[in-house]
């Protein structure tokens, strides 16, 4: 079983829509948890991150964390075209040991 | 501006003859790293640095290596390339226990 599993997808939605990604995980040593947008050929780069379990908001983007069910997930709301990309999961401990999930590719149709 | 930066873009190489991929940030970050990419693996972290002259192995070592003598550079090293090691290398570099790291732009290698 691997530590991060992320539905590799791919995703297509129409514009406008609300977009739910998410990964699992197994190691309960995680607390830091990140969410990173990957355009083609072009490296991650970090869209959102939270600490522990809750909610964070920003802008059309809103992350969860579920610790106790050990699940994660980002919501893009109103959905764009430019939105299109890879979106990988990261999570790490208290050190750097940080692990990534496979990503999913979303594509957002005009 | 702050960034990553890896050269070169693309490389393709036969098998065997050595290689180096420059990494050099300019946000003076401590900690440094080297993932590769692959369908359906996701990043895989190869050798990380948590400072100057301090490296260690990440996943999937095998068939590389790494410097840190200066803060700013990392390179990475493929000493006997072989067409497993083909792949989408990314310098990744942070402060300290930072939330997230800034990444480089890529390296698309090939070996034939």
């Known amino acids: 079983q691997k530590e991060v599993e992320q539905d590799p997808g791919p995703l297509s939605v129409p514009e406008g829509a609300i977009v739910s990604l998410n990964c699992t995980y197994s190691?309960?040593?995680?607390?830091?948890f990140m969410w990173y947008r990957q355009y083609s050929r072009k490296g991650p780069e970090l869209l959102m991150y939270?600490?522990?379990?809750g909610n964070k908001e920003d802008g059309r983007f809103t992350a969860q964390v579920d610790k106790s069910s050990k699940y994660i997930s980002l919501f893009i709301r109103d959905s764009q075209p430019s939105d299109s990309a890879t979106y990988l999961c990261?999570?790490?401990?208290?050190?750097?040991?940080?692990?990534f999930g496979a990503g999913t590719r979303l594509t957002v149709k005009p | 501006e702050a960034q990553v930066t890896q050269n070169p873009r693309y490389l393709i190489t036969v098998t065997g003859k050595k290689l180096t991929v420059t990494c050099s940030q300019n946000?003076?970050?401590?900690?440094m790293s080297w993932y590769r990419q692959d369908p359906g693996l996701g990043l895989r972290q190869i050798y990380y640095?948590?400072?100057?002259?301090?490296?260690d192995k990440g996943d999937v070592p095998e068939g590389y290596k790494v410097s840190r003598k200066e803060k700013r550079n990392f390179p990475l090293i493929l000493e006997s390339p072989s067409p497993n090691q083909t792949s989408l290398y990314f310098c990744?570099?942070?402060?300290?226990?930072?939330?997230?790291?800034?990444f480089g732009s890529g390296t698309r290698l090939t070996v034939v």
């Open positions: 990744a570099s942070g402060t300290g226990l930072s939330y997230g790291y800034t």
């Open positions: 190691n309960s040593a995680f607390q830091y």
């Open positions: 939270t600490y522990s379990s």
């Open positions: 990261a999570m790490r401990g208290d050190n750097n040991d940080m692990r």
């Open positions: 946000m003076n970050h401590e900690y």
């Open positions: 640095s948590m400072n100057v002259e301090v490296t």
